[in-house]
């Protein structure tokens, strides 16, 4: 049973005096440490947050330069695409040109002959005749 005595005032007072002294000496410390290391890690937090919104930053950049590069070297490939083209179209015109020169020139020697066959052919068509005449009719026609 409890008895109600000075031994009672005597224990509330010391935890009273033993809260205070607990309070000052234990918690408070540990309470102080607590909230540094709170803002430690909102500071971090911030730093962080800001590192990403950096790293966001330069990504965009790089990215930005990598199409600007990719655009440049689009636009010289096309280019030299089209000086190959025109330099190959160039070639073909001048190869074809080279051609229709070179047709023309046997064109005219195969026409040259063909007309000098048919000159000859035709200097001589009346003894041809005479020949075939004489071979038909079996005697010579030469008078």
């Known amino acids: ?15 009273i005096v033993l809260m205070f002294v607990l309070n000052a000496i ?3 410390p540990v309470l102080g440490i607590l909230e540094k290391r709170q803002e430690k890690l909102d ?18 950049e790089v990215d930005k330069k990598m ?5 440049k070297a ?3 490939l096309d280019g030299a695409r089209s000086e190959a083209q ?6 073909v015109a001048a190869i074809r040109q080279e051609a229709d020169g070179e ?15 048919r000159k000859e052919l035709l200097d001589n068509v009346t003894g041809f ?15």
């Open 86 to 91: 025109a330099a190959g179209a160039e070639k």
């Open 103 to 117: 047709k023309e020139k046997q064109l005219s020697e195969v026409r040259s002959q063909v007309d000098a066959a």
């Open 1 to 15: 049973m409890i008895t109600v005595d000075i031994t009672l005032v005597i224990h509330i007072i010391n935890m």
């Open 129 to 143: 005749a005479q020949e075939m005449a004489g071979k038909i009719l079996g005697r010579s026609l030469k008078a």
């Open 26 to 28: 234990l918690y408070k």
């Open 67 to 71: 199409r600007q590069a990719s655009a």
């Open 74 to 76: 689009k636009k010289a």
């Open 43 to 60: 500071a971090l937090s911030d730093d962080v947050e800001q590192f990403e919104q950096n790293a966001r930053h330069r990504q965009a």
